[in-house]
Nanobody
Framework: QVQLVESGGGLVQAGGSLRLSCAAS????????MGWYRQAPGKQRELVAS???????RYADSVKGRFTISRDNAKNTGYLQMSSLKPEDTAVYYC??????????????WGQGTLVTVSS
């Protein structure tokens, strides 16, 4: 009984910036790792960035230096700040979180996906 609600996707010109948000709600005790994935047409889903509860981050080589993942543990919310966007960043972006619920079961939760389109 955990929901991830994404916001911030849309259309942006190359070189622009966009910030995605992922708000988790439900019977949450705590959230372990959070991550952002993306899937472009004809491509498999790839991990873009991840962050642990303590703030340790990892990035795909293609986005290093341009994207920043962060989280607000008090709000159970994750963010992906995307800058210097390129047309090849166009994809459906998915939020993912490993959530410990109040019954102590760990769930792998996914958002619905939001489309990011970067125009030339």
């Amino acid at each position: 009984q955990v929901q991830l609600v994404e916001s911030g996707g849309g259309l942006v010109q190359a070189g622009g910036s966009l910030r995605l948000s992922c708000a988790a709600s439900g019977i949450i005790f705590s959230i372990n790792a959070m991550g952002w994935y993306r899937q472009a047409p004809g491509k498999q889903r790839e991990l873009v960035a991840s962050i642990t509860r303590d703030g340790y981050t990892r990035y795909a080589d293609s986005v290093k230096g341009r994207f920043t993942i962060s989280r607000d543990n008090a709000k159970n919310t994750g963010y992906l700040q995307m800058s210097s966007l390129k047309p090849e960043d166009t994809a459906v972006y998915y939020c993912n979180a490993e959530v410990k619920i109040v019954t102590f079961r760990t769930l792998d939760a996914w958002g619905q996906g939001t489309l990011v389109t970067v125009s030339s």
